[in-house]
Each structure stands twice: as C-alpha cells, then as structure tokens.
C-alpha cells in the first residue's frame, strides 16, 4: 500500500530563503510523484510531477523537486521565496492499476513566509 | 483553461438528510475522483469512477455514499443520510488519462452537519 509522510506540518521561512519541504513515500512499485499547492479558500493546483523520467523535476513559479529513490524522498524545493508562496503544500503518491491511478496524499505543509 | 467546477461551494445541513454534491469536469477528461479533507486532517481518497461504473473505492465510501455521471458533464456525489463526521471539504478531481498524468481539482463544497 502506498503513504506518504510530510515531515513538519508548519515550515515559516523568510522572504528570499531557501524554501525545503520534505516528503518521503513507501510504494510497492515504482511511483507517480505530484506536489499539490493549495492557496486559502481554493482548490488543489500541481506545482510539479514525477513519472519516472528525470529525477529533478522543474514546476511551476520556481519550484523544483528531486526523486531519490535510495532515500524514498521527493523534497520541494525553491531557492528564493516570496509572499506569494505562502500555502499550504501536498505531497501526494499514485500506483494505482486498473482504471484507478489514486492519489495518497501527505497530511500537507503549511508554508508561511515573513518580509 | 479548462477547470473543474464544483457546486455548491458551501452547503449545511442538519443530520440526517441528503445532500448532493456537484462537478462538472474537464469535457475531455475520462476518469473522475472525489476526495474530502476534514478540517486539519490530509485528504482522503473516497471513490474513482471510470466508464460509468465505479472503479475503486475507500472504506469511507460506504452504503451511505453513491456517484453517479446522469449526463455527460456532471458528476454527482450523494450522501444519503449525513452524520456530523460528514463535515469536510469535498474535492471533486478528474484526469484524461490515468498513467502519469495529474489529477486536476476543483475548487471543493464545504459541507457542513449541524
């Protein structure tokens, strides 16, 4: 069965800092790696996808993530952070078969940035 | 670009009642979700739906639980008689194919039982 833990439910950086949110999932296969960003009141936007091709993957508004399977992680990353970040982050795993392809999600990282 | 809408964006209801969730996919897309995050909890995988049948299901997706695609845009979610553990934030999500390709969400129904 697959999971996914999200080390850190509240990560608070500076504007401009680094920006790392961690995931590490358990699959059974290889998997469908996604990070989801969710802004207040809104739906779930991908911000990037793993599906087995380069492992450092580029999303969007700057954000990159890096599949290590050795380590079973795939951790966000953003070398300069903006207001605009603040969110909340989800990891997610698919393995799915069939017609199915779920989504197991990550408990979420709230991301707060400070001027 | 396309979107997934949800309706109703919030709904309350006493116990006990019915209530039904609605989506309107992406027109293109095949394979169609619902999820639901109860507050400050992750969110939870409840039912996939593909070819008009149900292809996977949650523990959470008991008898109380139906979906249903009565035209060939809309995709409904029904709780038949709502319990107080209902309240959540209900995602609908569909996708065009299943391999690789991500999920694209709507904007959720805050359902709430009083």
């Known amino acids: 069965a697959q999971s996914v833990t999200q080390l850190g439910s509240h990560v608070s950086v500076s504007e401009g800092a680094l920006v790392l949110l961690r995931c590490n999932y358990s699959?059974?296969?290889?998997?469908?790696l996604f990070w989801y960003v969710q802004y207040p009141n809104q739906g779930l936007q991908l911000l990037l996808k793993y599906t087995s091709a380069a492992t450092l993957v580029k999303g969007i508004n700057g954000f990159e993530a890096e599949f290590k399977k050795s380590e079973t992680s795939f951790h966000l990353t953003k070398p300069s952070a903006h207001m605009s970040d603040a969110a909340e982050y989800f990891c997610a795993v698919s393995e799915g078969g069939g017609s199915n392809y779920k989504l197991t999600f990550g408990k979420g990282t709230l991301l707060t940035v400070n001027p | 670009e396309p979107e997934v809408t949800q309706t109703p964006s919030h709904q309350v209801t006493q116990m006990g009642q019915e209530v039904i969730l609605r989506c309107v996919p992406i027109?293109?897309?095949?394979?169609f979700y619902w999820y639901r995050q109860i507050l400050g909890q992750k969110v939870e995988f409840l039912v996939s739906?593909?070819?008009?049948?149900?292809?996977?299901k949650s523990e959470i997706f008991d008898d109380q639980f139906s979906v249903e695609r009565p035209d060939g845009s809309n995709f409904t979610l029904k709780i038949r008689s709502t319990k107080l553990e209902d309240s959540a934030m209900y995602f609908c999500?569909?996708?065009?194919?299943?391999?690789?390709?991500?999920?694209?969400f709507g904007p959720g129904t805050r359902l709430t039982v009083t």
């Open positions: 027109s293109n897309h095949l394979y």
């Open positions: 739906f593909y070819n008009n049948e149900i292809s996977e």
């Open positions: 699959s059974s296969v290889p998997p469908y």
């Open positions: 999500a569909s996708t065009r194919d299943r391999v690789g390709y991500e999920q694209y």
